[in-house]
């Protein structure tokens, strides 16, 4: 194995335990909570080992520098000096938090390998001439607050702060509260101050399999968002209520799921639902209400609308069948992301990689509206994510960092 191998091995080691089901495999890194904090810490020990002075952005994001960090100012920003404080850096990172039960490399991987690309840069004598700066995003996955993406939507000012500080987890804690402050809101300061993002991330698919490479730039990231389906019917006795006298939830609920999969194929589209909350949950109780989240994608804006519609209309016909009501609602939309042609093509031809689009959302989706953005996919043998079956080679992984080192050498250091 490889020395780099080696030492991703060492330094992945160090982190693999923090949140790991014994029984599952899978992790429990919620944002904010214990796991996640203690990665938090960890992140901010590694980077005090590099020298690498960590800010925040009052939002829950963290930025660790290596070069000239930006000083004072309300996030991190510093619209007092106004100083060219970090201009031009060069951003990368991903994040720490993710899915119940979700694989070890979805996130950590672009923050490990953003530490170790910076390593191998130091050995090899380069110096940036802008900074160069590894990011930890609060709540990519919206897994505890519901909202995906929110640290990099709050930098962005893609979410207002006063929802985000609203948002609750189902203890109802809010964010807010989990965070310690309300969280500051858009920084346009420290924002301005980033040249371009670069987000290293595991491949959620196969195709780097297929295509035998163990890296790819991303191209495109899929429009896709979060629709809450809440149904409401009569509670009542399994027992005693006749079918023909029932309104029921779970029957409009299941047909919905039944009409979301179909029209999804039909659209060669994507169509989840993978959370559902029942009242009152009981197996000889006749439910109140079902709420269940429809997770919709497609390659493109007109199919997403067009398949989100159809689900929603099919969904109502049913409840007007079954005496139930319903109610949808849009918790969180993420438009195309069409990554940076100019940049994409040119670390293509810097990596020899091919360049793939992606379901998957990512805050690189977020920045690449207000920054040139690029991803980096790295080999998953199973293809599989959000599952503990999720994998990545110790020799993919190093190849992964080889390949950012040379990306934000190209991009920072001349
Ligand atoms: O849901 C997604 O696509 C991402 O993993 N947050
Ligand atoms: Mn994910
Ligand atoms: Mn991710």
New binding site residues.
């Given amino acids: 194995m490889s020395g780099l191998a080696v030492r991703f091995r060492e330094l992945w080691d160090e982190i693999a335990p923090i949140g790991r089901d014994a029984h599952s495999g899978g992790y429990l890194r919620y944002a904010l909570t214990a796991p996640e904090l203690r990665l938090r810490e960890w992140f901010r020990a590694q980077a005090d080992l590099r020298g690498m002075p960590v800010s925040g952005d009052g939002n829950g994001n963290l930025f660790a520098w290596w070069g000239e960090p930006p000083t004072g100012g309300p996030n991190t920003g510093d619209p007092d000096t106004g100083g060219p404080a970090g201009a031009g850096a060069v951003l990368t990172g991903s994040h720490f938090d993710s899915v119940p039960h979700g694989g070890a490399y ?1 996130g950590p991987l672009g923050i490990v390998s953003a530490l170790l690309a910076v390593d191998e840069l130091r050995a090899a004598g380069v110096t940036p001439v802008r900074p160069v700066v590894v990011a930890a995003f609060v709540e ?3 897994a505890r607050f519901g909202v ?1 993406c929110l640290g990099s939507r709050l930098l962005t000012g893609e979410i207002d702060a006063d929802r985000a500080a609203g948002l609750r987890d189902a203890a109802g804690v809010s964010f807010a509260e989990a965070l310690g402050h309300r969280p500051a809101g858009a920084d346009p300061a420290l924002l301005g101050r980033f040249a371009a993002f670069v987000e290293l991330h595991v491949e ?1 698919g196969r195709a780097l399999v297929d295509a035998d490479a163990p890296v790819a730039v991303a191209s495109a990231i899929w429009p ?1 968002g979060r629709w809450r389906f809440e149904l409401r019917g009569e509670g009542n006795h399994a027992g005693t209520t006749r079918m023909a006298d029932r309104r029921d939830p779970m029957l409009t609920f299941a047909f919905t799921v039944l009409a979301a999969n179909k029209e999804a194929r039909l659209r060669d589209a994507h169509a989840t639902v993978g959370r559902v909350a029942v009242e009152p949950n009981a197996t000889n109780a006749i439910p109140s209400t079902v709420t269940g989240w429809l997770d919709a994608r497609a390659a493109a804006p007109e199919t997403l609308d067009g398949l989100v519609e159809a689900v929603r209309a099919k969904a109502a016909e049913r409840a007007r069948r079954d005496g139930t009501e319903l109610t949808v609602t849009r918790e969180s939309a993420t438009p195309l992301v069409t990554f940076d042609g100019g940049l994409a093509d040119r670390l293509a031809g810097l990596l020899a990689a091919p360049v793939l689009p992606t379901g ?3 805050d690189a989706g977020v920045l690449a509206a207000h920054l040139p953005t690029a991803m980096l996919f790295v080999r998953n043998p199973t293809g599989v994510s ?1 599952s503990p079956a999720e994998s990545a080679t110790d020799a993919d992984c190093a190849a992964g960092v080889v390949a950012l080192a040379r990306v934000l050498e190209e991009l920072a250091c001349h």
């Fill in positions: 979805d990519e996955e919206g995906p959620q896709h998957a959302g990512h959000h």
